[in-house]
């Protein structure tokens, strides 16, 4: 049985649309009175868990999808959630209210009182700082796939390591793709898989930078005042400067050949190291 006949099995005559297929495939299930909701089928029972667990840590907390069902069949794993919309901030126009939202929705993420265990080790200061520069020396090998000057690691590595505070709960990818926008207006953040106990400092710094490179920095900017707190530029920069080579290496390492369309990544670590 494959992921789409299970969720046909769990759903007889529903209407159903895949949204997404990658390691999980997503499906809207439309029942006949009309309503709908989110079926994730899991390759393997491991990522199912990790996201239900999160999900049922942070129950009741504000834009978090709530758990409607859930089981295996085989191999597979399924969660059923609650339907959040249609659109994203990254596929709507800038729209201010939801990135106000999207904003208040993630600190009230960092400031709930859960405690998720979703992986074996959660991310401290020491992580970050151990991490920081172990990835900039494995994206050394990687260099010239990039065609990045090697002057640009070099000064990536003397900066000072992103300063992490105290562990909360946080998502760890809250790109614009994963807050979801109903026709109501109303911001949810999806795909909990990942989410463990980190500085909230990870959360927020991804977030701004990627609403910033793809809105703009007045989307940003509308986005830091719906969270209600702010990070001196020094501090951002060094979180920039570490997501961006995360995002390097990850890609280096599943992808084959040049990476000259991630050109964008080189150019933004090395913004971030030389203060541009």
């Known amino acids: 049985m494959d992921a789409l006949q299970l969720v046909e099995s769990l759903h007889p005559g529903a209407l159903i649309r895949e949204l997404a297929a990658g390691a999980n495939r997503v499906f809207r299930v439309v029942a006949s009175d009309g309503g709908s909701s989110i079926v994730k089928v899991y390759p393997v029972h491991s990522r199912e868990r990790r996201e239900r667990r999160a999900l049922e840590s942070l129950s009741g ?40 939202a999207a904003g208040r929705i993630l600190r009230g993420l ?123 530029e020094s501090r951002y920069r060094s979180w920039v400067a570490y997501h961006a080579a995360v995002m390097m290496l990850d890609a280096a390492e599943v992808r084959d050949g040049r990476l000259g369309d991630l050109s964008y990544l080189v150019d933004e670590l090395t913004n971030a190291v030389t203060g541009n």
Not at 139 to 161: G, T
Not at 185 to 210: C, F, I, K, M, R
């Open 61 to 100: 907390v504000s834009g978090v999808p709530r758990i409607l069902g859930s089981g295996t069949e085989g191999d597979l794993a399924w969660l059923q959630m609650t339907d959040c919309g249609n659109w994203t901030l990254a596929s709507l126009p800038r729209n201010d209210a939801a990135l106000e």
């Open 110 to 232: 960092h400031d709930a009182d859960a405690s998720i265990t979703n992986l074996s080790v959660g991310i401290d200061a020491e992580y970050v700082k151990s991490h920081f520069r172990s990835t900039l020396e494995r994206l050394e090998r990687y260099r010239r796939r990039f065609e990045m000057d090697r002057a640009v690691l070099e000064a990536a590595m003397q900066i000072e390591p992103p300063l992490a505070t105290d562990p909360v709960p946080i998502h760890t990818r809250p790109l614009p793709s994963k807050f979801v926008v109903n026709e109501e207006g109303q911001v949810s953040l999806v795909d909990w898989e990942w989410a463990t106990l980190g500085p909230p400092e990870h959360d927020l710094t991804l977030a701004v930078w990627q609403i910033a490179m793809r809105l703009g920095e007045d989307a940003a900017a509308v986005f830091r005042r719906g969270y209600g707190a702010e990070l001196p």
